[in-house]
């Protein structure tokens, strides 16, 4: 822990260093009115604080009621982000309790508006903004001791967040929230959490021009001196915590793969968009061949947008298709990659590298019927006969009625997954998915939707998002002290994940489990990964008994403990 706070485990309490308005002015520290009459006392805060001595639950209680009556999702998502910058334990005890209430309001769908508005609402410190005007401070900036305790990081450079496109300074947004995620879902203590935004300008015109833009207003930065800035801040991460765990976030697909290849041997990395994606569609793909019966092997899969996050299904899925017997060859083949020009074609128009092992060849499609230049998805559907459909373009609507309906004519137990958010951007909505194939449709969601209609009964929609993967992989990774992140590793979570959902024991079940059951899903997930760390000689642990108490050691519950006054305490304000 820092210098502020020292546990004093014989006595299960903190020895503080800071009083009076410092402290009550420490997010990480500060209780409100749940400062008992003895630590009123003894760090000079009465007059600061009411006269009610109040405690944790109560605390819950009036902030709900406060959040509940906010006008609508951005207002709630504000109010959250101003009770993490007061009183961080209450703001996790606030998610913990109410997950299902509360993932929705401080990450996907909300985080993309709080991405768009993030200068109306930004207030106090939170994470680090590296801008390349700073690029030869990063060491400097790095080197405070507030920043001693860093286990995680999660970096993002603001260019592609969610569906919504550069959103440059703004995207800090998106780090900040998977950090609370790491800790309300995962458990990992907020002080080993650390957001970060690689501010190297944006190009969207809208926030170059805007007067409250707290971003750097230059155009971005790109090519040999955006590679250069980049290389600057791993580098400094690497000297400065030579075992973190450093998670790429939301960069733009020509930089995403390439990005995670050149430095996933250099340090324990992952890209949850690629990765993490993978993981959980994987998983939930899993989960509705238990309800359907088809093998994975026999089924005929189109990837709606193929880009870092597309590719990365793709590829896992192929995988474990290679697990199960398949040769790399027969698996790819049972997928078809529709991208911005269409089915990806061997001789295709801006096929790039990563894409060509799933490009059709000319000869195969020489016989379909298509009334354009391009290869469209209804054509795909109509002459393919897929039995899944994965949407992850950020095109609204993208999955039309006609090739819906033309799917569920074709396959008994059609499953569509459209993954794209913000809600905004997802492919179809999960009513019109219903309606369109009879109800048979399995669905699962990026972003959250409510009960749908089917026949005058509601349905529950699974929302396939990553918080039910990254969490509990940080943690496993942080425990096993993992030198790398492999793609077993990934691998290994996904299975978890699908060994834990309800259609393993009843086909009418939900398809994923529920989030309010996150913590127990993080931890199954950590130890998975953890023993995949020692099974592969990339964990710095011996066995899964050590395993199992660095599991422990790292689970952070939201409770206030008592304090007491430092020795070395600066005495009043």
């Known amino acids: 822990m820092n210098e502020q706070v020292r546990k004093i485990d014989r006595r299960k309490a903190y020895q503080i260093s800071l009083s009076g308005y410092d402290l009550i002015n420490s997010p990480r520290l500060n209780k409100g009115t749940a400062f008992s009459d003895r630590e009123r006392d003894v760090f000079e805060l009465h007059g600061l604080l009411p006269p009610h001595v109040g405690n944790l639950e109560e605390q819950i209680e009036r902030r709900m009621q406060a959040l509940r009556e906010q006008p609508n999702p951005f207002n709630q998502y504000s109010f959250l982000r101003d009770l993490q910058d007061t009183n961080e334990t209450l703001f996790y005890a606030l998610l913990l309790h109410n997950i299902e209430e509360m993932l929705p309001l401080v990450y996907t769908p909300t985080v993309g508006e709080g991405c768009q508005r993030f200068s109306e609402i930004w207030r106090k410190p939170r994470g680090l903004f590296l801008s390349y005007p700073n690029k030869d401070r990063i060491d400097q900036i790095l080197s405070h001791s507030r920043y001693d305790g860093v286990q995680c990081i999660v970096v993002s450079d603001g260019e592609r967040i969610l569906g919504l496109g550069d959103q440059g300074a703004g995207g800090m947004g998106i780090p900040i929230g998977k950090m609370a995620l790491y800790t309300a879902l995962g458990g990992i203590h907020p002080e080993h959490c650390l957001p970060v935004l690689l501010d190297v300008g944006t190009d969207n015109e809208d926030r170059l021009k805007s007067p409250i833009y707290i971003g750097w207003q230059q155009h971005r930065v790109r090519g040999e001196e955006y590679d250069a800035f980049v290389d600057i801040f791993v580098n400094s991460v690497k000297k400065r915590w030579p075992h973190v765990l450093l998670q790429w976030e939301d960069f733009a697909g020509s930089n995403a793969a390439r990005l995670l290849a050149r430095y996933r041997d250099q340090l324990c990395t992952f890209n949850d968009d690629i990765q993490g994606t993978a993981a959980v569609a994987t998983a939930t793909l899993l989960s509705a061949i238990n309800v359907t019966g088809v093998p994975l092997e026999q089924q005929k899969i189109v990837i709606f947008g193929f880009g870092t996050a597309g590719i990365g299904i793709a590829n896992m899925l192929v995988r474990l298709m290679q697990d199960n017997g398949i040769p790399e060859e027969e698996a790819r083949n049972r997928f078809y990659a529709i991208d911005r020009c269409g089915l990806v074609m061997e001789n295709g128009k801006d096929v790039r590298p990563e894409q060509r092992p799933y490009a059709r060849k000319e000869r195969e499609v020489r016989d379909w019927k298509h009334s354009g230049p391009e290869v469209t998805l209804l054509d795909v559907v109509r002459h393919a006969r897929p039995s899944v459909l994965i949407g992850v373009s950020g095109q609204a609507g993208a999955f039309t009625e006609d090739a819906v309906r033309e799917m569920a004519r074709n396959t008994i137990r059609?499953?569509?997954?459209?993954?794209?958010?913000?809600?905004?951007?997802?492919?179809?909505?999960?009513?019109?998915?219903?309606?369109?194939?009879?109800?048979?449709?399995?669905?699962?969601?990026?972003?959250?939707?409510?009960?749908?209609?089917?026949?005058?009964?509601?349905?529950?929609?699974?929302?396939?998002?990553?918080?039910?993967?990254?969490?509990?992989?940080?943690?496993?990774?942080?425990?096993?002290?993992?030198?790398?992140?492999?793609?077993?590793?990934?691998?290994?979570?996904?299975?978890?994940?699908?060994?834990?959902?309800?259609?393993?024991?009843?086909?009418?079940?939900?398809?994923?489990?529920?989030?309010?059951?996150?913590?127990?899903l993080s931890r199954s997930i950590a130890r998975a990964v953890g023993r995949q760390a020692m099974q592969e000689g990339q964990s710095q642990i011996a066995d899964e008994d050590c395993l199992d108490r660095e599991l422990e050691a790292n689970i952070w519950e939201p409770a206030y403990v008592p304090y007491e006054r430092s020795p070395h305490s600066r005495g009043k304000d």
């Open 414 to 520: 059609p499953v569509i997954f459209p993954l794209s958010n913000p809600t905004s951007r997802s492919e179809a909505t999960p009513q019109d998915l219903l309606d369109w194939t009879e109800g048979r449709a399995l669905i699962g969601t990026g972003s959250p939707f409510g009960p749908v209609n089917l026949g005058g009964k509601k349905v529950h929609i699974d929302q396939p998002n990553n918080s039910y993967i990254f969490p509990g992989l940080a943690l496993g990774i942080v425990a096993c002290k993992a030198k790398r992140v492999t793609d077993a590793m990934v691998m290994a979570a996904a299975k978890e994940l699908a060994r834990l959902v309800p259609t393993q024991t009843d086909k009418k079940a939900s398809l994923l489990p529920s989030l309010s059951d996150s913590r127990r």
